[in-house]
């Protein structure tokens, strides 16, 4: 059974997931971005038709795939006629009642995954979270979700919402102190590059230990001494110095806290 | 030529080194610790003497690796008798006059990566920062360096101090977040390695892209509705929120200063 979807969106999230749903059978038929090159550029990738109207998006399909930013499917439902057909969104953040009377049939399907363009994903592995008003949704979720990934997990929308904040922490967060440590660097005269075996090796170390015990550092010690000085060679950046401390007091009583 | 050195410490660093310097031809004739067992099992392992009392130290060797916690090398310090041998210590945030009048030479290698017991590290991809007080203690520790490390690094103690500010950001603080993502998933009955391929993608993409150029997420778009959503979200863990909070609005005002 090859079954068809429209692509409401043409950002990251919607190129990965549309060009992983083609290579797994699916019949793409058109693509909706507001902006025309991107609509354009994804559609002839996936073998489908574009548009940049909301109104002129199809629903000869079998369901909708809406992968756009939260505010940007707020914008967009109240325009598009879904003849009830099954419309996903895929955001972490927003509930399954979002999609609330634009259809009878509605789920989520999220990919807890950072999708940027140009670098491969591999799908399979990626964790899948679905959610659905019905069973019988649900069940075609999962089919859908199957095809593209090894691991499917049922949550409710205010479990996505827990899911998601700790992705933030340990992916949109962590990413910028990898920014503030380059700027550090950089204000020295040295190269990022230097820190890429820590980085690489505090990541190898939480695929095989629990986070929590593998931290180290002056923090988890509270080593007042390199702490007061760290603080004072960060006295001249306000911010960066508030943000030590308050990591740095979270840690410590992070780790009081379990002993 | 084969050097022979006293190892002062036996934690993580002190193992990771002693083992790596016996591996490359470097005979360890001793290993001090307070801890006995802690001394004794190094040794054992390193084919040395052990001795848990720094008036014990031997100096009849080519040098000294003080590879011990910031505080616990100011205490050994006076205790011992070094011969004017080269003394060289391992610390990112003590400065190299840290040594001075405990020998006429001395020095300071620090490797920049974190070490915990039973993990395999690859030294010689690991960046080593040294600095010396002459320009020939200076070439004696490159040479033992480079025996290590293809990575080897001048840098003075205040750029050191900068350099262990940003492991610090990229390593201490990153595991922590890991940690605050541990934790929320869990009250929610998931388990960490949902993660995992996010965490890996997430690093995967600094290796090749700068981190400032990597950020995604609602904070770097200034989505309030999530921020406020996910603020509410941590409402009963003020500290979590704090943290949020700050580290969302430095990553905004940075985006926003570089654009």
């Keep these: 059974m090859s079954l068809s979807c429209v692509l409401i969106g043409a950002g990251n999230l919607a190129t990965h997931l ?17 902006t025309q090159n991107s609509a354009k550029n994804l559609a002839e990738r996936l073998n489908a038709t574009f548009t940049t109207s909301p109104q002129s998006i199809i629903h000869s399909c079998d369901f909708f795939i809406i992968a756009l930013k939260d505010e940007a499917v707020k914008q967009v439902l109240p325009s598009v006629e879904f003849n009830n057909k099954l419309i996903l969104h895929c955001s972490g953040s927003l509930p399954l009642s979002v999609l609330n009377g ?6 989520v399907l999220y990919p807890l995954q950072t999708f940027s363009k140009g670098r491969n994903i591999d799908f399979a592995e990626i964790p899948v979270f679905i959610e659905s008003d019905s069973e019988k949704n649900l069940s075609l979720i999962n089919s859908i979700a199957a095809r593209i990934s090894n691991k499917i997990i049922v949550a409710d ?6 899911i998601h904040i700790s992705a933030v922490f340990a992916c949109n967060f962590v990413n910028h102190l990898y920014t503030i440590s380059e700027s550090i ?6 190269d990022f590059d230097i820190l890429k075996p820590l980085i690489k090796e505090t990541t ?8 929590g015990e593998a931290q180290t550092g002056p923090a988890v010690r509270f080593d007042e001494s390199v702490i007061n000085n760290h603080l004072g060679l960060l006295a001249g ?3 960066l110095a508030e943000l030590y401390k308050l990591i740095s007091e979270s840690i410590y009583k992070f780790h009081q806290s379990i002993l």
């Design 237 to 239: 950046k306000p911010e």
């Design 102 to 107: 634009f259809s009878e049939n509605t789920g």
């Design 157 to 162: 929308s205010e479990k996505r919402k827990q």
């Design 204 to 211: 190898n170390k939480v695929m095989k230990l629990s986070p």
């Design 18 to 34: 549309g060009e992983v749903l083609k290579q797994k059978g699916f019949n793409i038929l058109q693509v909706y971005s507001r």
């Design 185 to 190: 660097l950089k204000e020295n005269g040295l």
